[in-house]
């Protein structure tokens, strides 16, 4: 693993989503085993330069994501590697018993696809942001769950889901992304990276949280307060080793996901902080709330999830260490 940090906080001009297009071909290329199945959203996420790369291995299966998830089970049966996409309330809810059935329990590599999550849904409006998409993955054992955080990431991660065995979930921002990694930066499944190192508060973030924290560190390093940051892309298996040593070290925790905090990222935190490492945690992120419609930078305020929150939470972290 290798990585170089932008860190300033401006929009990549790529699309987030195409770190998975591009992926998608460069992979399709050298095996012919990758297929990808769509569920009438392609152009969403352009993976019509998918199909138009390689015809014979993209399948549209409609507005109908169980089905699709049936026909990625069969395939995997046959030998192939299927990614299936669809909006992540799509990907989650409606094709969840597909998942856990033909993909979890019968083992085959079948790598979904769910964008749009939390609140980078924006104008699709309430009934299509998912805050809950993820945490229903996590419920599959042995399931591989993943929140990318830019361009960058997503491209990389990609290219590593496809050696994995049995089901994989990954969250994908389509657009309005902040770049935090420099082209060419690597990354392993389940190995988080320690992007800062503090002594006073370890923040745990992933998606488009990452920047919110990393601006949220640069607001407390002006009161004097040194913050770790880990971006812990993989959610599952999460990366107990090095959350426990940055938490070992600063003693308290905040927790920042673009989900729902009581079955997401700071759910799995809490509950490896619990069993081997009691201590103070603030969790940012939806407490239990519906999704609602409207601008990204809207919603992340309406949800808290800030870099003025995530200061705030940290400070609460603090003081709570006595």
């Known amino acids: 693993m290798s990585y170089t940090l932008i860190g300033n906080h ?15 071909i460069e992979m399709m290329k050298d095996d012919k085993r990758i297929v990808h199945i769509d569920c009438d959203l392609a152009a969403c996420i352009n993976a019509t330069r998918i199909q138009k790369a390689y015809p014979e ?4 299966a409609g507005i109908a994501e169980a089905n699709a998830m049936g026909v990625a089970a069969g395939m995997a049966a046959t030998g192939m590697i299927p990614f299936m996409h669809s909006f992540g309330v799509f990907a989650g809810r409606r094709a969840f018993d ?14 979904v696809i769910g964008s749009d999550p939390g609140v980078t849904a924006a104008f699709n409006g309430a009934t299509h942001m998912p805050f809950e998409d993820a945490g229903l993955y996590l419920t599959i054992p042995d399931a591989v769950v993943i929140d990318s955080a830019d361009y960058v990431q997503t491209y ?8 994995q065995e049995g089901i994989t979930y990954m969250r994908l921002i389509r657009k309005d992304h902040k770049q935090v ?14 992007l800062k190192q503090g002594s006073d508060v370890t923040i745990v973030a992933s998606g488009i949280m990452v920047n919110n924290a990393l601006e949220a560190i640069e607001k407390l ?14 959610w599952k298996p999460l990366d107990e080793k090095l959350l426990l040593e940055q938490a070992q070290i600063t003693g308290c925790v905040v927790s920042a996901e673009n989900h729902l905090v009581n079955c997401g990222l700071g759910s799995m935190v809490a509950q490896c902080l619990s069993e081997k490492l009691p201590l103070p945690q603030e969790f940012i992120g939806n407490h239990s709330r519906y999704g609602k419609c409207g601008p990204q930078s809207d919603l ?23």
């Open 10 to 24: 401006q929009k990549d001009p790529r699309a987030n989503c195409d770190g998975y297009v591009d992926a998608m």
């Open 181 to 194: 990694y420099g082209d060419g930066s690597d990354f392993e499944i389940g190995k988080g990276v320690l």
């Open 221 to 234: 390093s002006l009161e004097g307060i040194s913050a770790s940051l880990i971006d812990m892309h993989t």
């Open 98 to 111: 597909q998942a856990f059935l033909a993909g979890g329990y019968s083992h085959w590599p079948i790598h």
């Open 300 to 322: 992340e305020k309406d949800y808290g999830m800030t870099a003025e929150d995530i200061m705030e939470a940290a400070l609460r972290a603090i003081d709570r260490k006595g």
């Open 57 to 60: 291995r993209f399948f549209n």
């Open 156 to 163: 990389a991660l990609t290219k590593k889901l496809v050696k």
